[in-house]
């Protein structure tokens, strides 16, 4: 097969199933961008890097921990609650904001257009009025799309990324300020330009940016306004904020504090603890509040009565009080609700598929190409939706009865969805009086108007309606997930649902007979069956629809219907926000690894090729090793010649460890064979010729007699790393795998912060010499650290030397080389960890793990690689 290039294929009746003659390496896996040609499947790419959750607990830690006292504590977490009530009322600001704009444009859109119609349809010039809807929606488009060229992370809903971050993932600029204006402001031009988008999905990702950048009280964007402000300088408190930040935004968006508060815990944070969660409830309440207030002052002139509480409002679920067999639902509608969940998934993951195959299209053929062709792309969308919109409201709607009683029969003043709210949003083009144009109706309004019209309007919408407004609405919003635009995926995934949910209700009432069922409750279900079979969240957005309908009696059919949808979905492909997630390559970890993994070990899954530095090492080492790696964290090791002699000799202490000795050292030669076999980077003859002797079919005693010869050919000087030397591709393999004792972990950003600042001392004095750096100082670049390649170096002494040991990390997280894999993901997951050190018995570093070694990619390659040589 052409398609199959050096594999083994065999087909059957409905698939062809190719497999790698030779397996993938581990190596193979994380090369950046690399595509499966079999599966076309995007593969972890190496250059994303992990926040460090983990504090580093050196000396300039110490001296401040040494000046904290009580007060000082209580002083540090007021300030905390401080900044989470501040983000929590920025980020409802920004939500009305956007809000206030998106209505603003749109009721000028429409009312200008509207107008035309009305017009025109006496006079026949309807495609004056079309052209008038064009000349608003690829102006609001084209500004969107311009934003997203000034800051390309901008685009889309921003919620996979966010995810990745609360994950432990470090994705550039997707926290800048200038990042939260392109989003903001493009937001709310791709809403009112009549994209199908919603603006809810942004504000998580807009949350999230004011949760980063609000305790900074700095900005590379604006670099000149800077505020001596010395808290939070870690990634610690920078995520803990972010957590709050993405809260507060689902908070605003629907309303939902405890629900916002939930979606941080399920779609990400890998750390929580009970401290964290007060804080982001709290930070949620705020952004709820604080919108909620300015909301109901501004547009009912009631300031203090908080009746809007959300961006998305669902209203008021009640039967009319005229109709005495209604009710909300009942338990025989559990068995529909059911059905509707798995259609939904199906639905969903029909959805994801298709959105799937266009994401990598465009991959391919529109981001390779000049940005001008994104802009194109996007205003080609919005050239196909308004001309869809316009003739499909125009042709394919029907003129229906408005009901008698208007809406929803209550005669409270306090209810969020009156019935003049409901009826002054029906469309009458080309029908007469007391009637109204149904598909108009869906199509010429904002998409929360017509999801209130689908779970409130009495008066019925035409099956044919429903089903021709589903479909184009299915195809039309699979389509623009993705164009470069700020757009969110809630509001659509609702809408498409609902009307779903109405037409199996209109089904149910018409054909089947079924008169007590009412219709907003479908029309409710229909929409979290949708929108659970796209994103696949549970926890979180059952309680996100509760809180937003504000009727408890709907927690059980939601929750049924978003766990069916989920079930029926991931039999089949994961939801929106993880494909995208792998679209672009980010080393995503899972809350838990599969049963099978616990078969690997951590000496399976390591990195044994090390590179570290000396406690005392000279300058131009130092140089050489951050200008030559990529790494972002070295081990501070020293060689262990004193345990090799008393190991020789037989010492009782370490003969003790001389079984687990001997495997450690061969499976490390075993190890660096088959790296030097995939990836060819140690093509010594002398590394595979000893490699090669370690086979297992070996006695044990020839085993003995070859590591007795390594130790004895390691009495000869190693190559000096103190002070000249580093780490040589040309080293043998006893010299790369020398007993190194572990003493510390010190990061890339420490070394340059050590080396702008001048930090060291000559061989002719006392490493007491050396100039000490504070905690703030330390911290001050934080949290973009200077590279060493800009750096201009010329003015230090290369023959200097760095006393490095105050600095490092003394007691990081460790694990043994037969920790099992699922302890292993545990630690590093849950701890928020960026590196794992893997040390012996003995206290030698024997390989390093980091969060590509845990990927699920990575994982499989180790265990197929564990399989073939059993």
Known sequence: MAGCRGSLCCCCRWCCCCGERETRTPEELTILGETQEE??????????????????????????????????????????????????????????????????????????????????????????????????????????????????????????????????????????????????????????????????????????????????????????????????????????????????????????????TLFSLEEGSSFWNQGLTWKVLFCSMSATFTLNFFRSGIQFGSWGSFQLPGLLNFGEFKCSDSDKKCHLWTAM??????????????????????NKRLAKYRMRNVHPKPKLVRVLESLLVSVVTTVVVFMASMVLGECRQMSASGQISNDSSQLQVTSEDVNSSTKTFFCPNETYNDMATLFFNPQESAILQLFHQDSTFSPVTLALFFALYFLLACWTYGISVPSGLF?????????????????????????????????????????????????????????????????????????????????????????????????????????????????????????????????????????????????????????????????????????????????????????????????????????????????????????????????????????????????????RFRPLTFHGLILRSQLVTLLVRGVCYSESQSSASQPRLSYAEMAEDYPRYPDIHDLDLTLLNPRMIVDVTPYMNPAPFTVSPNTHVSQVFNLFRTMGLRHLPVVNAVGEIVGIITRHNLTYEFLQARLRQHYQTI
């Open 491 to 735: 509001v659509p995934s609702l809408l498409c649902g609902a009307a779903f949910g109405r037409l199996v209700a209109n089904v149910l009432k018409s054909y089947i007979g079924l008169g007590h069922i009412y219709s907003g409750t479908f029309a409710l279900i229909g929409a979290a069956a949708f929108l659970g079979g796209v994103v696949r969240m549970t926890i979180s957005l059952t309680v996100i629809l509760i809180e937003s309908t504000n009727e408890i009696t709907y927690g059980l059919p939601i929750m049924i219907t978003l766990m069916v949808a989920k079930w029926t979905g991931d039999f089949f492909n994961k939801g929106i926000y993880d494909i995208h997630v792998g679209l672009r390559g980010v080393p995503l970890l899972d809350w838990e690894t599969e049963a099978e993994m616990d078969k690997l070990r951590a000496s399976d899954i390591m990195e044994p090729n090390l590179t570290y530095v000396y406690p005392h090492t000279r300058i131009q080492s130092l140089v050489s090793i951050l200008r030559t790696t990529v790494h972002h964290a070295f081990p501070v090791v020293t060689e262990n010649r004193g345990n090799e002699k008393e190991f020789m000799k037989g010492n009782q202490l370490i003969s003790n460890n001389i079984k687990f000795k001997k495997s450690s050292i061969l499976t490390r030669a075993g190890e660096q064979r088959r790296r030097s076999q995939s990836m060819k980077s140690y093509p010594s003859s002398e590394l595979r010729n000893v490699c090669d002797e370690h086979l297992p079919s070996e006695e044990p005693a020839e085993k003995e007699d070859l590591l007795q010869q390594m130790l004895e050919r390691r009495y000869t000087p190693y190559p000096n790393l103190y002070p000249d030397q580093s780490p040589s591709e040309d080293w043998t393999m006893e010299e």
């Open 333 to 354: 509608d559990l068995g529909f609700f059911v059905v509707m969940g798995v259609i939904g998934g199906l639905l969903g993951a029909t959805f994801n598929c298709l």
């Open 39 to 260: 599966e076309e499947e995007i593969l972890p790419r190496k250059d994303y890097e992990s926040l460090d959750y983990d504090r580093c607990i050196n000396d300039p830690y110490l001296e401040v921990l040494e000046t904290m006292d009580n007060k000082k504590g209580r002083r540090y977490e007021a300030v905390k609650w401080m900044m989470v009530f501040a983000i929590g009322v920025c980020t409802g600001l920004v939500g009305l904001f956007v809000d206030f704009f998106v209505r603003l444009f749109t009721q000028l859109k429409f009312g200008v257009v509207q107008t035309s119609v009305e017009e025109c349809s006496q006079k026949g010039c309807l495609a004056l009025s079309l052209l008038e809807l064009l000349g608003f929606n690829l102006t609001f488009v084209f500004l969107a799309s311009i934003l997203v060229l000034i800051e390309p992370v901008a685009a889309g809903s921003g919620i996979p990324e966010i995810k990745c971050y609360l994950n432990g993932v470090k994705v550039p600029g997707i926290v800048r300020l200038r990042t939260l204006l392109c989003k903001v402001f493009g937001v709310l031009f791709s809403v009112a330009g009549g994209l199908f988008v919603g603006k809810e999905g942004p504000m998580i990702h807009s949350g999230a940016v004011v949760g980063a950048g609000l305790p900074q009280f700095q900005s590379i964007s604006l670099r000149k306004i800077q505020f001596n402000f010395p808290y939070f300088r870690s990634d610690r408190d920078k995520r803990d904020f972010v957590s709050a930040g993405a809260a507060a935004g689902v908070a605003a968006a629907f309303g939902a504090p405890i629900g916002g």
